[in-house]
């Protein structure tokens, strides 16, 4: 694969293993010759941003406590990937034995599930805190998955109290958002269940 420069690759690998296994990343100049390189190249230090390490979680898992009640028309938020709860995964590089914290969680998947209650039609909206954001998501509903691109256009996410809408949700239906921070996004994101006429600036946590 070919990393152009000023470009930033980010993805997930799903593996399985009857033992263990050594996981080597190797990056180096296309001309290269891999098996040299691999038996030559030497570890680079830590940047100014220590965000490199083994951690054991791999998955986060929400559930809102009480299901949404769309005749009532009140909408609600959750706020994931921030600095305040304590959530962000810590574990060990390997290469120092150093301890290493993960910085916005980058690469963790998070699972959100919820449930709607009521005949109204509601909207799963979206507000990246840091700044413009763009990324993919999964959204589970009525036994459907669907690739959700954040946000729908082509364009990086606007900025605003509001956010922009990412789903139409299914009346009376059980879903679930799955996502994982890319790389280099913007942090905090708040996900906002709305109904579809929403106005008033009025939420529940």
């Known amino acids: 694969m070919l990393l152009p420069t000023d ?12 033992r263990p296994v050594e996981v080597t990343v190797l990056m180096c100049d296309p001309k290269t010759d891999i098996e040299l390189f691999s038996a030559l190249a030497k570890q680079l230090p830590i940047d100014e941003h220590p965000l490199r390490g083994t951690f054991v979680k791999a998955d986060l898992n929400y559930k809102l ?9 009140v909408g609600y938020a959750l706020l994931l990937a921030d600095s305040q709860t304590g959530e962000y995964l810590r574990g060990t590089d390997a290469t120092t034995g150093l301890p290493a914290e993960n910085y916005g969680n980058y690469g963790v998947i998070y699972n959100i599930d919820y449930k709607l209650k009521g005949d109204k039609p509601y909207e799963l909206w979206l507000n990246p805190w840091g700044g ?19 946000p729908e256009s082509p364009a990086f996410g606007r900025l605003g109290e509001e956010g922009f809408c990412i789903a139409r949700l299914e009346p009376n239906s059980e879903g679930r958002f799955t996502w994982s921070p890319p790389g280099a ?8 269940w709305l109904p579809s006429d929403y106005e008033a600036p009025y939420l529940h946590d």
């Not at 470009?7 to 399985?16: A, M, P, R």
């Not at 413009?132 to 954040?150: H, S």
């Not at 996004?185 to 906002?192: A, D, E, G, Q, T």
Request: no cysteine.
């Open 132 to 150: 413009m954001f763009a990324g993919v998501g999964v959204l589970e509903q009525g036994g459907q998955r669907k690739i959700i691109n954040i």
């Open 65 to 73: 406590q009480h299901s949404i009640d769309t005749e009532a028309g």
């Open 7 to 18: 470009q930033l690759l980010t993805g997930t690998i799903d593996f399985f293993s009857d």
């Open 185 to 192: 996004s913007n942090l905090p994101i708040r996900l906002f």
